[in-house]
């Protein structure tokens, strides 16, 4: 893993082994991971997609590649509104019922914990760029 870039905003770009980008956001607590070259059928398509990273890496600017969340997600109780019919015609018109949704667990302002989930991520999920 190597920084490549640091933003006035104190965002921190980084090239994986494999060649991937990720970026660590401090300010709100998010680690993001371009998708893996290794899953392409045609050798033609990996080679654009290294050099649209490269020409990312080397512009200084990777906005223009796709970065998906690794946080970790944790399960957590929501409360949503249930419109089922009978709901309607009683007068407990606004009944809620209990459910699960899953959120990303963020650590602003901790660039040790943020580092250290990527450098996690890329021993776990990263082989050599080829």
Known sequence: MKLFHTTKNGNHHFQLQDGRLAAIYPKTGYVRVSTSMNNFIRPEFKVKAKAKFD???ANKNPGSISMYQI???REVEVYR???AAENRLSSDYYLYRKDSAYKRE???NDIAKLTELLIKFEQNNCTDYE
Do not use: D, G, T, V
């Open 71 to 73: 946080n970790p997600k």
């Open 55 to 57: 020409k990312a890496i």
């Open 106 to 108: 963020l650590y602003p």
């Open 81 to 83: 509104r249930a419109f």
